[in-house]
C-alpha cells in the first residue's frame, strides 16, 4: 500500500532530468506536487504531462512545486522534457524504489499504475491517488488538491498569529 493521508512523507533524493540532484526535503514550506508515471512517450502519460504544460499556468497559480516521477533514466527524461516542452522537473526513479514507497497499488505493480501525491508545506501527504496506468487525474482534480493542501498551510498560519495576538493583548493586560 501507498503511504497513509496525514502522515509525513519520507525524504528521497532522485537526479532531475538536467542531472541536478533534486531532494524533497530541500523543498518544504511550499505545496509538493509527486506525479508518478509508469513510461515516457506512452498514450496515456505523454497526455498527462501535456496537459500539465498546456495548463501550466493554472498549475504556477497555486505556487506548488511540482515534479514528474518516471522510471526512465535522467537523459531519457531529457529527450522526453525537451520534445514535450515540459516546464517541470522530470526525476528519475529507474528502480521504481521511490514510486513503490508512495505510489504502490495493494494488487497491482507500479509498471501498470501511476499515481499523484500532493503533500503540504509541513510534508504530510494531503492527497494520494493511485490508478491503473490507462487512468489519469484531471488538471482540475490535481489544482484543487493543492489549494486544498495550501489551506491546511494557511489554517497553521492563522493559528499561528491568533496565538501571538492573544499573547501579546495578555502582555499588554499586566
Not at 526525476?91 to 508512495?102: K, M, Y
Request: hydrophobic share 40%; proline share 5%; aromatic share 8%.
Amino acid at each position: 500500500m501507498a503511504l497513509e493521508i496525514g502522515t509525513k512523507a519520507p525524504n528521497f533524493e532522485l537526479t532531475a532530468h538536467d542531472g541536478s540532484r533534486w531532494e524533497l526535503d530541500s523543498h518544504t514550506g511550499r505545496v509538493r506536487v509527486l506525479l508518478f508515471y509508469p513510461q515516457n512517450e506512452t498514450l496515456v502519460c505523454t497526455k498527462q504531462l501535456c496537459s500539465v504544460r498546456d495548463n501550466w499556468q493554472e498549475y504556477l497559480a497555486t505556487n506548488a512545486e511540482i515534479v514528474g516521477i518516471s522510471p526512465s533514466t535522467p537523459d531519457e527524461n531529457l529527450a522526453f522534457a525537451q520534445k514535450r516542452r515540459l516546464p517541470i522537473p522530470i526525476l528519475a526513479d529507474p528502480g521504481r524504489v521511490t514510486t513503490s514507497e508512495f505510489a504502490k497499488h495493494w494488487l497491482l505493480p507500479t509498471s501498470l499504475t501511476r499515481g499523484i501525491v500532493v503533500l503540504d508545506a509541513h510534508g504530510i501527504i494531503r492527497t494520494s491517488r493511485v490508478m491503473l496506468r490507462a487512468f489519469r487525474p484531471s488538471d482540475a482534480d490535481v489544482v484543487r488538491a493543492i489549494y486544498e493542501a495550501r489551506g491546511d498551510l494557511l489554517e497553521s498560519k492563522y493559528k499561528d498569529i491568533r496565538s501571538r495576538l492573544k499573547r501579546t493583548k495578555l502582555s499588554r493586560e499586566f
